[in-house]
């Protein structure tokens, strides 16, 4: 079972791997910088190199790594869009030193321009970005599943759909779907009820080949709120028994688990502990 939690950057990527390993996971999410803000600390090339050969050594990966929140790339402001296009650029460029990582972001959000120009600014974007790094990255690129908040690009999986026949139609390199459980929940997804079904539906709609990584959360909120409101696992609305249903489908359980829920390390670790012991 590929498992872990988002961790804090601040120590480089060597800390993160040895707090990963202290918890009993096998696989880590961070961001990329501030994600309220959007300077990024220098890249630390020895730190990447010896994370590279110890995760190799320890079988860790695929680390997540995840675009600030700041980063909208649906909105039709030129300086949102010049800063999601410069930090989107540079955070491809600096996971060339830890390659095979998987980069989720926020589609973006409209903010009233409609889903149809949203979702145009963000395959325009998408575009430059993959231009901008000289083709395909050894980085695979995640839209994640969004709950609908306000004005949330990827709130359905067409949405989602929509978004990659348009930037793959252009000649990009593939784009994967990071799948937050809390996001589809609160976006209306039975994903408690009927498991089968919503995964039938995301295959028959974006396919499950582009399914790479899975956040696992509980939600505080009922089905369909579209309030994005993460709680700790078997405590919300989504319950336990789903959690054991999610972690062992056949058409997830191969996947790397990230859990994003309101915990501390010790939290996680238990966390971690309780999804392991839910694995058949
Ligand atoms: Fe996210
Ligand atoms: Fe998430
Ligand atoms: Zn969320």
């Known amino acids: 079972m590929k498992i872990g939690c988002h961790l804090s950057s601040s120590g480089g990527y060597v800390a993160m791997a040895q707090t990963a390993l202290s918890i009993g996971a096998n696989v880590f999410q961070f961001f990329t910088r501030n994600p309220r803000g959007g300077a990024a600390k220098p890249l630390d090339k020895a730190d990447a190199a010896a994370f590279r050969d110890f995760a190799a050594k320890e079988g860790i990966g695929p680390i997540l790594a995840h675009a600030p929140y700041t980063l909208n790339a649906a909105s039709g402001d030129a300086r949102i869009r010049d800063f999601a296009e410069s ?3 540079d955070d491809l460029t600096r996971l060339e030193a830890t390659p095979g990582a998987l980069y989720n972001f926020h589609p973006g959000s409209h903010v009233g321009l409609g889903a149809e120009q949203g979702i145009a600014n963000i395959c325009d974007l998408l575009l430059k970005v993959f231009a901008n790094v000289g083709g395909a990255p050894s980085t695979t690129v995640l839209l994640e599943t969004m709950s609908g908040k306000g004005s949330e690009i990827g709130r359905n999986f067409e949405e989602i759909r929509a978004i990659i026949d348009r930037v793959e139609g252009a000649g990009a390199p593939p784009l994967g779907v990071c799948l937050d459980t809390c996001h589809v ?4 997804y039975d994903i408690v009820g009927d498991l089968d079904g919503v995964l039938a539906e995301f295959d028959r709609v974006v396919g499950l080949k582009r399914l790479k990584a899975i956040h696992l959360n509980d939600s505080m909120n009922v089905r369909a709120a579209h309030k994005d409101r993460h709680e700790k696992i078997g405590k919300g609305r989504i319950g336990l028994a789903a959690f054991r249903r999610i972690v062992n489908h056949p058409a997830l359980r191969a996947l790397p688990f990230y859990l ?8 996680y670790k238990e966390e971690i502990a309780l999804l392991k012991g839910l694995a058949e």
């Open 87 to 89: 930090v989107f650029t």
């Open 260 to 267: 994003e829920t309101p915990c501390d390390l010790q939290g």
């Open 185 to 188: 929940w609160d976006g209306g």
